[in-house]
């Protein structure tokens, strides 16, 4: 592991990066420029650690950030670290829902726009503090994958964005459990979301709970680690009852599973 700040991180399309360099006398700190925010690093053991994601739709390549070592005496150190990006092989899938979520007449359309600089908006913030002191957990007990992370999709016939969340199995009342520590940022029914939740993690981690039967939380709460957000459903644009889980890492639409599987820093600074 001690090579590591030698070699280029590389990460999928849709993944989440744990960056790492080890501990060295007299460094006190450790920040990465990632999507125009300065993300700060976490001692956690032999390690300084950061948790980022590649977007979804990021360039397949090489890819470069800038990393800043602060010392006690002062001293400052400054790195160009190679990124590269390698593509993800994401399938598409053709699905048929209600005419009215492909079709939009203008009262929804304008509602779909309004909700979508809202959560553009929350997407912007940057909560500096972390939240949590815990590694993420599925938000459904007993799923261990999700489907259709980052499939291409079509709709009625008609293309749209692609997936940006893992659909996890889930009944309609099946209790949903918060993954991680945070704020509730959103809470509410959206156009395409259904009844949907949003956690902010802080440092530009978020993860969002969509169509939901009911919400047990409110804007403002804090909420821990396995606390119930409320019930599975079938609101929105949806085939099914399921959970559709999301995680933004900063700006990036990152496969929730992604970040299960690297762990995120779980001791606090
Ligand atoms: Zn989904």
């Known amino acids: 592991m001690l090579s590591l700040a030698l070699a280029a991180f590389m990460a999928g399309q849709g993944q989440a990066l744990q960056m790492s360099y080890p501990v060295e006398p007299g460094l006190t700190g450790v920040t990465v420029q990632w999507s125009g925010h300065l993300v700060p690093f976490t001692r956690s053991g032999e390690n300084w650690l950061a948790t980022v994601g590649v977007d979804l739709d990021s360039k397949p390549g090489d890819h470069a950030v800038t990393v800043t070592f602060a010392y006690e005496d002062g001293r400052m150190r400054v790195v160009r670290e190679p990124v590269v990006v390698s593509a993800g092989q994401y399938p598409t899938t053709e699905l048929q829902v209600e005419e009215r979520y492909v079709e939009l007449s203008p009262e929804d359309q304008a509602r779909a726009d309004r909700e979508a600089a809202e959560t553009s908006a929350i997407y912007d ?3 500096p503090q972390r939240y949590w002191t815990e590694a993420f957990a599925v938000p459904v007990k007993g799923a261990k994958d999700g489907r259709n992370f980052g499939h291409r999709r079509v709709f009625n016939g008609q293309p749209r964005a692609p997936h940006s969340g893992a659909d996890l199995r889930a ?35 978020f993860t969002t709970y969509l169509h939901l039967s ?24 949806v085939t099914g009852p399921h959970l559709h889980w999301g995680v933004r890492l900063l700006d990036a639409r990152v496969d929730p599973f992604s970040l299960i599987r690297i762990g995120a820093p779980t001791t606090g600074p």
Do not use: C, W
């Open 125 to 127: 913030t940057f909560t």
């Open 171 to 205: 009944t309609t009342g099946t209790p949903i459990y918060a993954a991680n520590r945070g704020r509730v940022v959103l809470a509410k029914d959206l156009f395409f979301s259904g009844n949907a939740v949003y956690i902010d993690h802080g440092q530009g981690i």
């Open 214 to 237: 009911k919400i047990d939380v409110a804007v403002g709460d804090m909420v821990e680690r396995g606390q119930q957000l409320g019930l599975a459903g079938a609101t929105g644009r």
